[in-house]
């Protein structure tokens, strides 16, 4: 049975790093065509895809916020962890981890993590 | 980017009844190499994360009702509800996993 699930803070400041980790099970990080990404979703609103990092360590990231994004993975651990730097208000969401079996859609989500920006 | 577009933003179908979302890409969502659109469709209920109905534009995950389909190719596409259930009432998104990933704006059915 394939899991995920989101931890990390639930209150940011201002321009703080966000750093979120997805602790996985039911499926190795190594396994060929696996990959995790991340999506979020503000209060409301619709979902946003931000990366995605695969069992070889390729990664991808959403172009309009590639610069502020980092994502990596930790295989013996089973996690796969996305820092955010220079958190806004508007970055208020809930930031979900999702596996994907390349080439096909996110199939298996986690419950999700909300996280406020606010001082 | 590919951006992703869905009409109406909202419906509301009388139980039973039929319920049509459309979802249009930006630019082709279609692999001629192994012919498949990169098309996928989410049902996502209040307080949950987004479910996988449909991938490939028209093949339904395992467990999905039939009374969900999905159809189209290229740049347009429609999901299907043939006969809304209460049970239906959620938000529908649609993806595009061809080039990076995109999410349309979502639609939202209720019962009439």
């Known amino acids: 049975q394939i899991t995920l699930k989101e931890s990390g803070p639930t209150l940011v400041q201002p321009t703080q790093t966000l750093t979120l980790t997805c602790t996985i099970s039911g499926f190795s990080l190594s396994a060929g065509g696996v990959a995790v990404g991340w999506i979020r979703q503000p209060p409301g609103k619709a979902l946003e895809w931000l990366a995605l990092?695969?069992?070889?360590?390729?990664?991808r990231y959403s172009p309009s916020l590639k610069s502020r994004l980092t994502i990596t993975k930790d295989t013996s651990k089973n996690q796969v962890v996305l820092t955010v730097t220079n958190m806004d208000p508007v970055d208020t969401a809930t930031y979900y981890c999702a596996h994907r079996l390349h080439p096909g859609p996110f199939m298996y989500w986690g419950q999700g993590a909300l996280v406020t920006v606010s001082s | 980017d590919i951006v992703m577009t869905q009409s109406p933003d909202s419906l509301a179908v009388s139980l039973g009844e039929r319920a049509t979302i459309s979802c249009k890409s930006s630019q082709s969502v279609f692999l001629r190499s192994n012919n498949k659109n990169y098309l996928a469709w989410y049902q996502q209920k209040p307080g949950q994360p987004p479910k996988l109905l449909i991938s490939?534009?028209?093949t339904r995950e395992s467990g999905v009702p039939d009374r969900f389909s999905g159809s189209g190719s290229g740049t347009d596409f429609t999901l299907t509800i043939s006969s809304l259930q209460a049970e239906d009432v959620a938000v529908y998104y649609c993806h595009q996993y061809y080039t990076l990933f995109t999410f349309g704006p979502g639609t939202k059915v209720d019962i009439k």
């Open positions: 490939w534009a028209s």
């Open positions: 990092i695969y069992w070889d360590d390729d990664d």
